[in-house]
């Protein structure tokens, strides 16, 4: 089992920045891949950004050159930098983690832009 706790949402006017947190506990060695989706009122969920165990990046096309994903093995914590926001970046961001053939979830964090 993985526990994710994710940190770091709240309220920014447009083109400010935020940082979101994630840290991982429990069978973390097991732990490959990691990574950041969001969901918006009435829409799917949607990939926001992955790290590989090996630090390979993939961005959503919406996000490249705004948003950087990184991860601290020491620190079992995954980070998304998240700059020049918009408000179509308003969105509650769920940090996930591969292990073990099976997928695990945070519990969310609300990010909401205003114009």
């Known amino acids: 089992q993985v526990q994710l706790v994710e940190s770091g949402g709240g309220l920014v006017q447009a083109g400010g920045s935020l940082r979101l947190s994630c840290v991982a506990s429990?069978?973390?060695?097991?732990?490959?891949?990691m990574g950041w989706f969001r969901q918006a009122p009435g829409t799917q969920r949607e990939l926001v950004a992955a790290i590989s165990a090996d630090a390979h990046t993939n961005y959503q096309s919406s996000v490249k050159g705004r948003f950087t994903i990184s991860r601290d093995n020491a620190k079992n914590t995954v980070y998304l930098q998240m700059n020049s926001l918009k408000p179509e970046d308003t969105a509650i961001y769920y940090c996930?983690?591969?292990?073990?053939?099976?997928?695990?979830w945070g519990q969310g964090t609300q990010v909401t832009v205003s114009s």
């Open positions: 996930y983690a591969d292990a073990v053939l099976r997928r695990y």
């Open positions: 429990g069978n973390i060695v097991s732990i490959s891949a």
